[in-house]
Structures are given as C-alpha cells and as structure tokens.
C-alpha cells in the first residue's frame, strides 16, 4: 500500500496512533537524510512532541493522576493536531517518499515454473539411472530411497500425490527431500574394494 496521506488519514481514523507514528517517524526520517528541508524537519519536532504527550496522558491515565474523560480530551486533542500536520506536509513530501520506497525496494527473481519444470525433469531422469542401477544390483535399500526421491522429483508423479494427499511443498524443501532422501540411501550401498586389495566385506567360510 502506497504510503502517501490518504494511508495516514485512514490510521488515524482507525485509532492506529501507534503505527501512524512509527511509519511516519520512518518517513520523515529517510526524507532528512536525503533533503535539506525545513518545513518537514519542523514537522518532524513537531511530531516528536505529540508522541511524547500522547504519552505522558496515557501514563498518567495509568497512574490514576487523570480520568477516561480526560484521556478521551487530550488523545482528541492529539487527533486533531496531528490531522493539521498531515494537512501540511506537502505533496512532493509524499510523492519523493514513495519514490524513494519504491528504488530501495529490492527486486525478486525467480525461476519461471516452465525453467523450473524442466529442471526437475532432467534432475528426476538423473535419479531414475540411480534407481535403476540399485535395482540392477539387487541394493534393495538404496533403491527405495532413490525410488522415493524419483517420485518426488518427477513432475507427473509429484502433482498427483499432492492431489491425493492436499499438502505442498516450495520448490526448495522439494530439493532438499530429494537430496536428504538420495544421499541416506546412498549410504547403503556396500562400499567397493579397492583395486588390487581385498575386498571389504568377506563371507564367512564354512569349515
């Protein structure tokens, strides 16, 4: 939402004094660092006192020094003076701060779903050599690992058990699965001997 009267206005009216004056506190103070201007540095004092006020009635409402009439009079009174500070902030104030909101934003990027698509197609066919070589070798544990990451990797396969299950998952906790899924099932595999040596796991001879 654009920062600009209008938004202050409806929190003032909405009773939000406390997020109308540290939005604009902010505002105020980014429009200092990059202009020398004295109408919005007095307004910004100006401010300064109103909070403290506002404040100062509030702790003593607390404090039992005023009643809720009188908390009512002076947060009105605070109300008012506020809504004439509004008033005469210029339009540049809020045109240059939007402005500036606008360029310290930073820009997002992402990956279109079609690129990312195809990445999980291409990440899921690398999986299934995985799978499949398991399955060759008769590693039955690292083929069910593997075959779980597959599943998940692949597009087709994924959006169905989403569908059947409701649940989904951001791409990125889609790739940690399959990593975390991948690299315990390679665990599993039994370790080859080196060249030359013996081998790792030797069978038990039968005397």
Same mark, same amino acid.
């Given at each position: 939402m654009e920062k600009n009267r209008a938004y202050f206005k409806t929190l003032l009216a909405e009773n939000a004094t406390e997020a109308l004056f540290e939005e604009l506190f902010a505002l105020i103070n980014t429009h200092n660092m990059r202009h020398a201007d004295r109408l919005v540095s007095d307004k910004?004092? !100006?401010l300064v006192l109103l909070s403290g006020k506002l404040n100062a009635v509030q702790e003593n409402h607390h404090l039992g020094l005023i009643d809720a009439g009188d908390l009512n009079t002076e947060v009105n009174r605070v109300n008012f003076a506020l809504l004439d500070l509004l008033n005469d902030l210029p339009d540049s104030f809020f045109q240059q701060a939007q402005h500036h909101i606008a360029a310290d934003t930073p820009k997002q990027v992402t990956i279109p779903s079609g690129i990312g698509n195809g990445l999980f197609w291409m990440c899921a066919a690398f999986m299934m050599m995985i799978c499949l070589g398991s399955l060759i070798q008769q590693h039955w544990i690292p083929f069910a690992f593997t075959l779980a990451a597959t599943i998940i990797c692949l597009p087709p396969s994924y959006h169905f058990l989403t569908r059947q299950f409701r649940i989904s998952l951001s791409n990125s906790i889609r790739i940690l699965l399959v990593i975390v899924l991948t690299a315990v099932g390679l665990s599993f595999a039994p370790k080859? !001997?080196?060249?030359?040596? #013996?081998?790792? #796991?030797?069978?038990?001879?039968v005397e």
């Open positions: 910004y004092d !100006a080859k !001997a080196p060249v030359g040596g #013996e081998p790792v #796991e030797q069978e038990k001879r």
